[in-house]
């Protein structure tokens, strides 16, 4: 409950932070790196070093003087810290080209999150697999959540479909859902969510870009 309550309190900011470190410090780790200063991970990432201090001082660790961190103890804590370093069970809805993308890409990564199984209505899908997950018929997908104790959802359903899925999620038990659709989803309060949706990431990007031809 403690953590939870910390969790909550750390900047959204700094939680999307850590895994870039990670990613960084995993790498460097393969380079025969053995410690790592605050500022090469700043310069590395073209980032402040006073930030970087902060967002791993929310992990627990503390640098040392001239030597900074032990890149194994850091990773350590930075997995643990966001829960990388335990499998959290999802099933994804949707196995169409998006969620054939992530259940492709997941294999070998260790996000923490793994897709046990997809599922959808269309016959074409049922019954294929993508890298080591099956895709399912959705009429399986409420009793498949109870046998294997499933809270995670991965939403990558056509958008006029979303809340639809979304409320059958929840009525089967799952309690936090990734929208990757662009749909705008009405849910209860105690059901967590993410919306990551492409074509506000690809708004911002051109909006950003036509900023960036103008100063030029």
Not at 71 to 86: C, D, S, W
Not at 167 to 190: F, R, V
């Amino acid at each position: 409950m403690q953590k939870e309550k910390e969790m909550k309190q750390v900047p959204e900011p700094t939680i999307k932070r850590l895994p870039v470190y990670l990613h960084y410090l995993i790498k460097a780790r393969e380079e025969g790196a053995m410690n790592i200063s605050a500022p090469a991970i700043a310069k590395e990432l073209n980032l402040d070093p006073t930030q970087v201090v902060k967002d791993l001082a929310y992990t627990g660790i503390k640098g040392r003087p001239k030597i900074g961190y032990n890149i194994y103890e850091l990773i350590h804590f930075v997995e643990e810290y966001l829960g990388f370093n335990k499998v959290n069970k999802a099933f994804l809805v949707g196995a169409g080209n998006l969620g054939s993308a992530l259940m492709a890409y997941q294999a070998g990564q260790t996000l923490g999150l793994k897709i046990l199984a997809a599922f959808d209505i269309s016959e074409s899908k049922i019954g294929t697999k993508t890298g080591q997950v099956n895709v399912l018929h959705m009429k399986n997908f409420s009793e498949m959540v109870k046998r294997l104790d499933v809270t995670i959802g991965i939403l990558t359903t056509p958008g006029d479909v979303a809340q639809k899925v979304a409320d059958e999620m929840i009525s089967a038990g799952i309690k936090a859902i990734w929208n990757l659709t662009p749909a705008y989803l009405k849910l209860p309060e105690n059901v967590v969510v993410q919306n990551t949706s492409m074509y506000s990431n690809v708004a911002v990007l051109l909006k950003r870009l036509e900023h960036s031809e103008k100063i030029i």
